[in-house]
């Protein structure tokens, strides 16, 4: 599970390293993400983001993952969509 910030928008991958392969992503400028008028890169989308991506893991049957955060620190956004994957059923 890969997350990736940007000033506007947040990006979630679900990449299978051995093969090099995106398996499902979910993100803020996504067609299927419901109200992605109203998203941002806000604690708040990040809550929502983190629930959808989620979803779309575990309909890949995707349960554990690996949480790549890159070079962000640990609270804010990050946390806010770790712990709502986490409560979506996500396990890291």
């Known amino acids: 599970?890969?997350?990736c910030f940007t000033n506007q928008n947040i990006h979630v991958q679900f990449i299978d390293d051995t093969a090099g392969v995106t398996l499902t992503a979910a993100s803020t400028v996504a067609?299927?993400?419901p109200n992605r008028e109203n998203l941002a890169a806000?604690?708040?989308s990040a809550k929502a983001?983190?629930?959808l991506a989620a979803q779309a893991a575990q309909s890949k049957g995707i349960?554990?993952?690996v949480f790549d955060r890159g070079s962000k620190r640990y609270h804010g956004k990050v946390k806010a969509?770790?712990?709502a994957a986490r409560e979506a059923g996500l396990q890291f």
């Open 1 to 3: 599970m890969s997350v």
């Open 31 to 33: 067609k299927s993400t």
């Open 42 to 44: 806000n604690v708040i």
């Open 49 to 51: 983001i983190g629930t």
């Open 63 to 65: 349960k554990h993952v």
């Open 81 to 83: 969509l770790a712990d």
